[in-house]
């Protein structure tokens, strides 16, 4: 699949997520502030990125995470509610890159871009020997 024929500039999508304990910094790292935390919210700004494009892709295919740059800009409590964005800014035969943000409210929380690698699943699977 060449994600060209797909995939185009524009497509996007949104996330929302309350924060939970689990999602913290304090969760994973004792004694660290009880804040959203930066690898969770670039996990909901891949997830998004997914969302973006996930109904265009061809059967059998899927995308997964290949680079992050993001900027975390702001702390967020427990139970606030947190916007996250992805929208497709550049298309190549198997990278697809986001632009990605996040919001508390009004306020932006997070930042940067995201790539994305087009996967066949079946000749994935085969090449790591996971049947």
């Not at 800009?73 to 427990?78: K, N, Q, S, T």
């Not at 800014?89 to 994305?116: L, N, P």
């Amino acid at each position: 699949m060449d994600a060209r024929d797909a995939i185009s500039i524009g497509m996007r999508a949104e996330r929302m997520l309350v924060v939970p304990i689990e999602r913290t910094v304090g969760h994973f790292v004792p004694g660290m502030p009880m804040v959203y935390a930066t690898p969770m919210m670039i996990l909901e700004m891949e997830m998004a990125s997914g969302d973006a494009i996930r109904g265009a892709l061809a059967p059998g295919w899927v995308t997964v995470g290949t680079e992050v740059d993001i900027r975390h800009l702001a702390a967020v409590l427990v139970g606030a509610t947190v916007r996250t964005t992805a929208e497709v800014i550049a298309v190549e035969r198997r990278v697809i890159r986001f632009e990605v943000e996040a919001f508390e409210g009004a306020r932006r929380i997070g930042a940067g871009r995201h790539a994305r690698g087009l996967v066949n699943v079946e000749n994935f699977n085969r090449r790591l020997g996971a049947g």
